[in-house]
């Protein structure tokens, strides 16, 4: 009896010593406040792994004090030394300058900013608004985060903007 127990013990010991544990994979989820704006929860690595593309969910909870009108905040995954864009998103109000808005209204005020990564370049939309996106091989990336308002008649950004970098590594 003592014998088979000892057997028990010691398969049982091995099977979890040996069984690959996930969090060499696990995703570290970080989370960002934009004072006054929002609160953006993101995860800090993304594994492509065999896939060539990966949507990033940025998961967001507006400011409940934050104006319904000529607000906006972007998200872009950025080069860590030059000025190339691998991914973005944005989040925006009714932008008053802009006439389809107030038929669209505003966005959410909580929700996901889905971005997608690839691991080679990529085109989206089409015809005169059709835009390469740069591939995303495994490194580390910048990622920019950006607030402000905009002017109610022109739609040009207004002086204030807070503007926020963070690290993301891709595998």
Partial sequence: MKNSVAKILVFVFLFINLTPSSSANAVVQETLVIPGFTEIT?????????????TINF???????LVQENSVFLIQILHKTKKVTHG????????????NSFELGAMPRAGV?????CKKSWTVGSGKNKEQIAGTPSGSYRIYFV?????????????????????LKVS
């Fill in 147 to 167: 607030a402000g308002f905009v002017d109610s008649i022109s739609g040009n950004p207004l002086e204030g903007k807070i503007e926020i970098f963070r690290t």
């Fill in 113 to 117: 900013i889905p971005i997608k990564l």
């Fill in 42 to 54: 993101y995860p800090s690595r993304v594994f492509l792994g065999k896939s060539n593309c990966k």
């Fill in 59 to 65: 998961k967001y909870v507006n400011d409940e004090d």
């Fill in 88 to 99: 973005y998103g944005a989040w925006f109000s009714v932008l008053t300058a802009n006439p």
